[in-house]
């Protein structure tokens, strides 16, 4: 044996792969480029060739290709006692005496490096072996170890399946410096779950890094984003039991981690940063992505390994649309958290441009305005909302951050979604939500004041609709009339350019936005009210909050729902009608009969006053119950079986205004009758505005349909006139590209091939996103590199899901779970609703369910409002609930203490 079996591992990175092997070879790589890894030496392949040759392995070697994997098994361990019965050759165990001696540790890792070990294409992590702690009287059975692994199971398949001879598998060992970590894990220089190219995700815990490797701990989790400078965007942090740590004689053990430690971060950021970029000098050095081992010791940071990576998984990129360019450019170098917080209750659905395009550019500039009263400059930046994949999302960094409104956004968002504010806690806590930078502006703090004086004559308005009750009623005539008024006009005169900026005319109504803004902010003061009312609670078990706003009458979505059910008590040759004739053909049938005209008359006057409302109604595309009164059949027809039980839902909601009463009364009581006014102020606007909270949406909801009207004559014409082929597609273009078509229409006076040939290309485009996003499961938060942002989950586990409880009382009942309306009519009398999330168009189901379970929402989303004010239990931000819950479960639902508990499973169908 000659010195030439025996190389510093700081000359490997020039040597030849076949003679020391992936490991040796990059940590020598490493070493030549400059970075700190712990020193030692290689042993070359030929010292272990000429062991092989001592032992004469090839007999159960020629039996791999036909093994099985317990023949495997058996060929690993007569092999492993080949090699450790052996000794190394005499002048071999002299010469790794003499390198030893040199060296001033005396305690190394012996780690293996086998010819096809670390490569792109094929890693083989973990499956040889690397021995931590050896000290040097125990290096010589440690480095035969090493030399056994490459014959492990795993090993042997692994090659197997990559079709490698295992005549010709060889291995060195690398005999490193052991590193006494307090710190230590793994980093990837790109995020291998979703192959992002900017960013790096890191692993670390206690100690050595061998408890991360090996997967015997959680570790804390961190990802920073090389967005124009590095951004840690999370932060992961483990309970982390226990450590691996050395052992003094050699070796390794576990040791508990300290209670104080346990549940703290490894990493200060400084040093998340710092292992961040040093995996992407690494990358750079290399050319490729690297899988890096590292520790951090007493005096500072050590790589240990790199090799390539060599999978990853891949994420579909977001097709993202910008609420404005100026918020685009504001977050050039910051990333972006978007939350679909409120927005997933009313808009849970992907939205066509169209309707997209309306909301961004004609009615949220609005909203802006009103809430901003924002210098000009600025108004562009306070575009919030932002189209991901079909479906709207708040810009949070903005929202937290607006001057004054931000702060009050936080205030109230505990007690309108604690699933949501829990995120925003922990994300500001960890540093992931800093402040907007935003452009310098002149007289900004006297803009502040004025928003300071908006607020107050908001609260003063509020008042004073209090005060009145006529006044309110006055605005809610006031927007009536000027629906009627819009109503009577004929669309037949207009041409195609009236009726598109007739459209916006509609939208940006100086008038009706103004009377509209008063309606909300006297719900605002209803809110507050009940946001105090629900902390005054809190100190009694019998009196929950929820019960005393419950059973109010004046909410028009609830009455819409109450009507739906008067139109079902009706004749008996009228309910026949209705029970056996298709949905579609009713209205025909019963025209003809001489009682079923005299209830045609009661549909049509239902219709002239709820008909602007529907499912999904805050889609342009979606039809309102005036264009199909078919779907107020389908609600009939479920409301007559439910009849056919003797269940009158109005009787049961006069039950919950007279508890709601004497609840009312005993809380009174209970109250110091120093603060009794204010307790019973608070009561009173709440129980005044409460019911009022739908009516804003009711009234828009009519100019939304006025809107519409437009829209859908508009694309009749276009479609008579080959723009595009079926009037329907016109929801999938925006208000700029109709412009466009009707401009193009004026200049020219002729239609355009070429240009309709266009313009059906992107409809159809448009058309397969569509479909595409409707399967997309959106996050409740979600970063702009794509990786959605961690929800704390309590209920994965087990036959008790917790959520929010929004409306209190129990129930035991069959589970219905409806995840689209269009299921609804599945829905029995006596049944727990439980779904992803409910819209306004969703109430008439509330009027037949025991209970309702949603995925989404708090305590004052439409579902929770509906549900107090028929008084049937509720519990809201129940993660994985349709999934968790199938139709047919037996739950029992506490929406007081807000727990959904699955009794029974799958007790069968009835209907």
């Keep these: 044996m000659t010195t030439s079996c025996i190389r510093p591992l700081a000359v490997c990175g020039e040597l030849p792969l076949e003679l020391v092997g992936g490991k040796a070879r990059g ?101 040889q072996e690397t021995l931590l702690g050896v000290k040097r009287e125990g290096l010589f059975p440690a480095i035969q170890r090493c030399w056994a692994s490459l014959w492990s199971a ?63 701990v959680n570790p804390d989790q961190y990802l920073v984003w090389y967005h124009e400078k590095p951004h840690i965007t999370q932060k992961t942090i483990a309970d982390k039991a226990h450590e691996v740590c050395l052992k003094d004689e050699s070796g390794t053990e576990h040791k508990e981690v300290a209670a104080e430690l346990r549940q703290a971060a490894v990493l200060q950021d400084a040093e998340i940063l710092e292992v961040a970029d040093r995996s992407r000098d690494i990358q750079t050095a290399f050319g490729m992505p690297q899988d890096i081992e590292w520790a951090y010791a007493s005096d500072g940071l050590f790589i240990l390994q790199s090799r390539p990576v060599t999978a990853t998984g891949q994420s579909e990129k977001l097709d993202v649309v910008r609420g404005s360019e100026a918020i685009h450019q504001l977050f050039r170098t910051t990333p972006i958290i978007w939350s679909n917080f409120n927005v997933r209750e009313t808009m849970p659905f992907p939205l066509p441009m169209l309707s997209w395009s309306l909301w961004n550019e004609q009615l949220f500039p609005h909203f802006v305005e009103f809430l901003t009263v924002a210098h000009p400059k600025m108004r562009p930046y306070f575009h919030l909302l932002d189209r991901i994949n079909g479906k709207m999302y708040w810009n949070f960094n903005i929202l937290l951050h607006m001057p004054i409104m931000g702060k009050v956004f936080r205030i109230g968002l505990r007690h309108i979604d604690a699933a949501t504010d829990a995120v925003v806690r922990r994300l500001d806590k960890e540093g992931l939500l800093p402040p907007v930078t935003w452009p310098r502006i002149k007289f900004r703090l006297w803009y502040t004041i004025k928003l300071g004086c908006r607020l107050l004559a908001a609260g003063h308005e509020a008042f004073r609709c209090a005060i009145s009750s006529r006044r309110m009623q006055t ?87 109450f009507a739906i059910w008067e139109l079902s008590v009706s004749e008996p040759e009228v309910q026949e009608i209705l029970r056996s004739t298709p949905s579609a053909q009713c209205q025909e049938v019963l025209q003809q009969h001489p009682k079923g005209q005299e209830w045609c008359k009661r549909l049509a006057a239902f219709l002239a006053k709820y008909g602007h409302r529907a499912p999904r109604e805050f889609d342009l595309a979606c039809p309102r119950w005036n264009d199909q009164p078919a779907i107020i059949i389908d609600l009939l027809k479920m409301y007559l079986k439910a009849q056919q039980e003797n269940a009158d839902p109005r009787e049961h909601f006069q039950r919950q205004a007279k508890q709601r009463q004497e609840l009312a009364k005993k809380a009174c009581q209970r109250v110091f009758f120093l603060w009794r006014p204010l307790f019973r102020l608070l009561l009173f606007l709440a129980q005044k505005f409460l019911p009022h909270r739908e009516t804003p949406k009711h009234l828009f909801m009519m100019f939304f349909q006025l809107i519409r009207r437009h829209v859908v004559e508009l694309g009749k014409r276009l479609s008579q006139r080959g723009v595009i082929a079926d009037s329907d597609d016109i929801y999938h273009l925006t208000l700029g590209e109709l412009e466009q078509i009707v401009s193009d229409k004026c200049k020219s006076g002729s239609a355009d091939p070429a240009g309709n040939d266009k313009w059906q290309s992107l409809v159809r485009e448009r058309k397969e996103q569509l479909l595409r996003y ?126 959904v508990k699955i009794e029974t499973v799958k007790l069968g169908e009835n209907g």
């Design 475 to 561: 605005y809610e005539d006031f927007l009536q009339k000027k629906v009627a008024q819009q109503k009577e006009r004929s669309l037949v005169y207009l041409t195609e350019y009236e009726l598109l900026h007739d459209q916006a005319a509609l939208a940006c109504e100086k008038e009706t936005m103004p009377t509209m803004e008063k309606l909300v902010q006297s719900m605002g003061l209803g809110l507050a009210a009940y946001a105090v009312l629900q902390v005054w609670c809190r100190k009694w078990s019998d009196i929950p909050s929820a019960a005393l706003v419950a059973g109010l009458p004046g909410n028009p979505t609830t009455d819409a729902a």
């Design 154 to 216: 795993p090993a042997m398949s692994y090659r197997r399946e990559r079709k490698m001879p295992s005549e010709q598998a060889a291995m060195a060992v690398a005999v490193q410096q052991m590193v006494a970590a307090r710190a230590a894990g793994v980093c990837f220089s790109i995020n291998p779950l979703t192959g992002h190219q900017e960013q790096v995700w890191i692993e670390a815990s206690y100690g050595l890094g061998e408890s991360v490797v090996a997967g015997r």
């Design 27 to 127: 940590l020598g790589m490493l070493m030549a480029k400059g970075f700190r890894v712990p020193t030692g030496f290689c042993l070359t392949s030929e010292a272990y060739h000429d062991f092989v040759r001592q032992i004469d392995i090839a007999p159960l070697v020629a039996q791999i290709a036909e093994a099985d994997l317990a023949k495997l098994g058996e060929i690993a361990a007569a092999i492993e006692r080949l090699f450790m019965a052996a000794s190394l050759a005499k002048t071999l165990q002299e010469e790794i005496r003499r390198t030893t001696a040199d060296l001033c540790y005396t305690m190394v890792a012996v780690r293996s490096s086998a010819m096809a070990e670390d490569l792109a294409n094929a890693s083989f992590a973990g499956q």
């Design 774 to 899: 409707e399967k997309w499961q959106a996050p409740l938060f979600l970063r702009s590199d794509g990786m959605p942002v961690p929800v704390a989950v309590t209920n994965a586990e087990g036959d008790t899901l917790v959520g929010t409880g929004v409306s209190c009382g129990k129930i035991t009942a069959r589970a219905r779970v409806i995840s689209d309306f269009k299921e609804s009519t599945t829905l029995q009398k006596g049944e727990i609703l439980v779904a992803p999330v409910t819209d306004p168009g969703w109430t008439p189901l509330f009027l037949v369910a025991a209970g309702l379970v949603m995925e989404v929402g708090g305590t004052m989303s439409h579902g929770a409002v509906v549900a107090r004010e028929y008084g049937i239990p509720a519990v809201v931000s129940v993660e994985k609930a349709t999934s968790r819950i199938h139709t047919g479960d037996m739950l029992s639902i506490d929406g007081f203490a807000g727990t």
